[in-house]
């Protein structure tokens, strides 16, 4: 079976630090999503990419998060300078989204589980 | 306004039926999906509704009906691995042509 694949899959560093997290979304996919998933947040939306175009960051924090798609294998989601406020799991998934059909499944991957200490 | 509920918590024993009940508010609907999370693991999409009715997965269904903003999944003949979470999630923000999720319903399954 196709899946999606995260790196790492759990990072533990100091506040201060970068963090680099990836994603390889199941090849024929056109859309990457970020989410952030937190117990009193639950899942959230950080940012989407259709046909590796940047859709939506709106719920990202700019000032330290970025996400970029160098290309159609690769997802990146990067946090810079770290807080312990960004202790969460990150989620990537994929989807094939035509049109306005955004509720097409969307297969996630197994996460990263990130401690900013 | 936009918004999307479900309850926190259902417990049901092993072979009961259980109804996980989702209530959202959004300007433009397209569809009300589940996911189901167990501990430590990822969401895993369930099902689909996008017009009213029930839709049938083996021992899951899931129904909508629009006129209601109301929807629900019905899982069926339970057993201990159905112990999880279930998300609903719709399309809130006509602006935004992504799904936002429900905070979650964890189901506990007893023998």
């Known amino acids: 079976d196709a899946r999606v694949t995260q790196t790492p899959r759990h990072k533990v560093t100091e506040m201060g630090q970068e963090v680099t997290m990836r994603c390889q979304p199941i090849l024929g996919h056109n859309t990457v999503f970020w989410y952030r998933q937190t117990m009193m947040q639950g899942l959230e939306l950080l940012a989407y990419?259709?046909?590796?175009?940047?859709?939506?960051d709106s719920g990202m924090p700019k000032d330290r998060f970025s996400a970029e798609m160098p290309d159609a294998t690769l997802a990146t989601l990067k946090i810079q300078p770290s807080e312990p406020r960004d202790s969460a799991v990150y989620f990537c998934?994929?989807?094939?989204?035509?049109?306005?059909?955004?509720?097409?499944?969307?297969?996630f991957g197994d996460g990263t589980r990130l401690s900013i200490l | 306004g936009q918004s999307l509920e479900q309850p926190s918590e259902v417990t049901a024993v092993e072979g009961a039926i259980v109804q996980i009940n989702c209530t959202y508010q959004t300007s433009g609907f397209y569809g009300l999906s589940w996911y189901q999370q167990h501990d430590g693991g990822a969401p895993t999409f369930l099902s689909y509704?996008?017009?009213?009715g029930l839709e049938e997965t083996g021992r899951f269904s899931s129904f909508l009906s629009r006129s209601d903003s109301y929807g629900y999944l019905l899982l069926q003949e339970l057993q201990m691995k159905d112990s999880a979470s279930y998300f609903c999630a719709v399309r809130l923000h006509t602006g935004r042509r992504a799904l936002t999720f429900g905070s979650g319903t964890r189901l506990q399954v007893q023998p």
């Open positions: 998934a994929s989807g094939l989204v035509l049109g306005q059909k955004i509720n097409q499944p969307q297969h």
């Open positions: 990419f259709r046909n590796r175009a940047p859709l939506d």
């Open positions: 509704n996008g017009l009213d």
